[in-house]
T-cell receptor, first 111, second 113 residues
Framework: EDQVTQSPEALRLQEGESSSLNCSYT??????LFWYRQDPGKGPEFLFT???AGEEKEKERLKATLTKKESFLHITAPKPEDSATYLC????????????FGTGTRLQVTL | NAGVTQTPKFQVLKTGQSMTLQCAQD?????MYWYRQDPGMGLRLIYY???????DKGEVPNGYNVSRLNKREFSLRLESAAPSQTSVYFC????????????FGDGTRLSIL
């Protein structure tokens, strides 16, 4: 069975305190790994797609990396506006674009 | 630039009532999806439509039906609502082809008493 596990469940950082979120996966054949950001009362907002081990993508203070078993979302010098829930999802080969989501990491960045 | 629009945003139903959740996208995407999100659980796929005229079951289809009305619109129907269907429902769409990201609406918050 395809599984996606995110850790930690919640993370509290001070502004400027860098950290990483983890997404580990067990799938039969990875077609793509997606990172989303979700604000309270809103739908998930697409951030990145990673396709193969060793790939990296960056956007402002966020950098996503991928290995054969997990992905990391690195947050460098976070600001309060980075506070949100970050979701990881995998697309498995042969599943017609369906995504399997993790339960998310709730990030709070304080002044 | 609306993207994916869901209506209504909130709804309260009584057990046994029926309801249709509406979703429309203006990105000319071929594929559309319905998910539910519950506390402590990841988004779970209810139904999806790979292209106009086709629909398929996802992970949790029981108690739901869908209609792909045209390329833009994909509706989700609860025929006889149950308290276990209290959830936040999200619609998403994506372009044709593998690895295309899905783009989400802001959800319908549904409570069933």
């Amino acid at each position: 069975e395809d599984q996606v596990t995110q850790s930690p469940e919640a993370l509290r950082l001070q502004e400027g305190e860098s950290s990483s979120l983890n997404c580990s996966y067990t799938v039969s054949g990875l077609r793509g790994l997606f990172w989303y950001r979700q604000d309270p009362g809103k739908g998930p907002e697409f951030l990145f797609t990673l396709y193969s081990a060793g790939e990296e993508k960056e956007k402002e203070r966020l950098k996503a990396t991928l290995t054969k078993k997990e992905s990391f979302l690195h947050i460098t010098a976070p600001k309060p506006e980075d506070s949100a829930t970050y979701l990881c999802a995998v697309q498995v080969a042969g599943t017609a674009s369906k995504l399997t989501f993790g339960t998310g990491t709730r990030l709070q960045v304080t002044l | 630039n609306a993207g994916v629009t869901q209506t209504p945003k909130f709804q309260v139903l009584k057990t046994g009532q029926s309801m249709t959740l509406q979703c429309a996208q203006d990105m000319n995407h071929n594929s559309m999806y319905w998910y539910r999100q519950d506390p402590g659980m990841g988004l779970r796929l209810i139904y999806y439509s790979a292209s106009e005229g086709t629909t398929d079951k996802g992970e949790v289809p029981n108690g739901y039906n869908v209609s792909r009305l045209n390329k833009r619109e994909f509706s989700l129907r609860l025929e006889s609502a149950a308290p276990s269907q209290t959830s936040v429902y999200f619609c998403a769409s994506s372009d044709r082809g593998g690895n295309q990201p899905q783009h989400f609406g802001d959800g319908t918050r549904l409570s069933i008493l």
